[in-house]
């Protein structure tokens, strides 16, 4: 079993929906990363969080310790969105889910 | 500043060739990593390095090695490559120096096919 596990693998909105992308963690953690994988490939970090939630723009992370689970909410999604969106978390090292491939249409 | 610059962007070797990956990055960060990421999986890391001279293992580091002699780079080698090896590469760092989790800055990634 993957120690970060992501849902759902795929989705597809409309533009102007309220996206969630879930992360889960089976292991002990310093910190929560989401990052956000271009078509082109490119990898960009979004949110680091230990606690609590964070917010830049349209775009809200959330953190549960004690559920080991963190959300990554997108409001008013727009067709850019679409991308691959990754959790990855700090244990001895960094370890990331599979990745949630999200197409917003519009 | 270029951020982190990656070289070559793409290879294509055939089994048994060597080859090594460049990983370079402008902002001063201390430690610095190669990830390999495989379709349907996450990035999985190879070695890492957490100052100028230092590297260490990751999760994935059968087949290969990495050198840390300038701050800046990060060499990734492939003494002789098999075609499990066949992945995206990419390179991160990150500034380590407050000794707590910090944001990882990517390059571009390296696509290498082993034929």
């Known amino acids: 079993k993957n120690e970060v596990e992501q849902s759902p693998q795929n989705l597809t909105a409309q533009e102007g929906e309220f996206i969630t992308i879930n992360c889960s963690y089976s292991?002990?953690?310093?910190?929560l990363h989401w990052l956000q994988q271009h078509p082109g490939g490119g990898i960009v970090s979004l949110f680091m969080?230990?606690?609590g939630k964070k917010k830049h723009g349209r775009l809200i992370a959330t953190i549960n310790i004690q559920e080991k689970h963190s959300s990554l909410h997108i409001t008013a999604s727009h067709p850019r969105d679409s991308a691959v969106y990754i959790c990855?978390?700090?244990?001895?090292?960094?370890?990331f889910g599979a990745g949630t491939r999200l197409t917003v249409k519009p | 500043n270029a951020g982190v610059t990656q070289t070559p962007k793409f290879r294509v070797l055939k089994t048994g060739q060597s080859m090594t990956l460049l990983c370079a990055q402008d902002?001063?960060?201390?430690?610095m990593y190669w990830y390999r990421q495989d379709p349907g999986m996450g990035l999985r890391l190879i070695h890492y390095?957490?100052?100028?001279?230092?590297?260490a293992k990751g999760e994935v580091p059968d087949g290969y090695n990495v050198s840390r002699l300038k701050k800046q780079n990060f060499l990734l080698g492939l003494e002789s490559a098999a075609p499990s090896q066949t992945s995206v590469y990419f390179c991160?760092?990150?500034?380590?120096?407050?000794?707590?989790?910090?944001?990882?800055?990517f390059g571009p990634g390296t696509r290498l096919t082993v034929l």
């Open positions: 991160a760092s990150s500034y380590g120096g407050s000794g707590v989790p910090d944001t990882q800055y």
């Open positions: 292991v002990g953690i310093s910190a």
């Open positions: 969080l230990s606690s």
């Open positions: 990855a978390v700090n244990n001895h090292d960094m370890r």
């Open positions: 902002m001063n960060h201390e430690y």
């Open positions: 390095s957490v100052g100028e001279g230092t590297t």
